[in-house]
Nanobody, 119 residues
């Protein structure tokens, strides 16, 4: 099993910044990708960003946040960060940490952290 724990959410004014962290533990040796999704009220969960957990730091970023959000990880690949700048009210959502074990096509999710951007 894999456990994902998010931190760093909160309330911020539009134009402000927040940094989310996600720490992974458990059977993470075969996790290939980690990242973030978000879900706003009444909307479906949507992709935000992912990063390769080991080796190259290949990333993928949603167009809606490109240029404002940056995903990174520590050298061990056990913690993933989401630096969010120039936040907008439409970024308000619960942000979920995500991890994927490719060879079993298994996805893991954290419990989420609330990000609220006031106008």
């Amino acid at each position: 099993q894999v456990q994902l724990v998010e931190s760093g959410g909160g309330l911020v004014q539009a134009g402000g910044s927040l940094r989310l962290s996600c720490s992974a533990s458990g059977s993470i040796f075969s996790i290939n990708v980690m990242g973030w999704y978000r879900q706003a009220p009444t909307k479906e969960r949507e992709f935000v960003a992912t990063i390769a957990r080991r080796g190259s730091t290949s990333t993928s970023i949603a167009d809606s946040v490109k240029g404002r959000f940056t995903i990174s990880r520590d050298n061990n690949g056990n913690t993933v960060y989401l630096q969010m700048n120039s936040l907008k009210p439409e970024d308000t959502a619960v942000y979920y940490c995500y991890a994927r074990r490719a060879y079993t096509s298994t996805d893991y999710w954290g419990r989420g952290t609330q990000v609220t951007v006031s106008s």
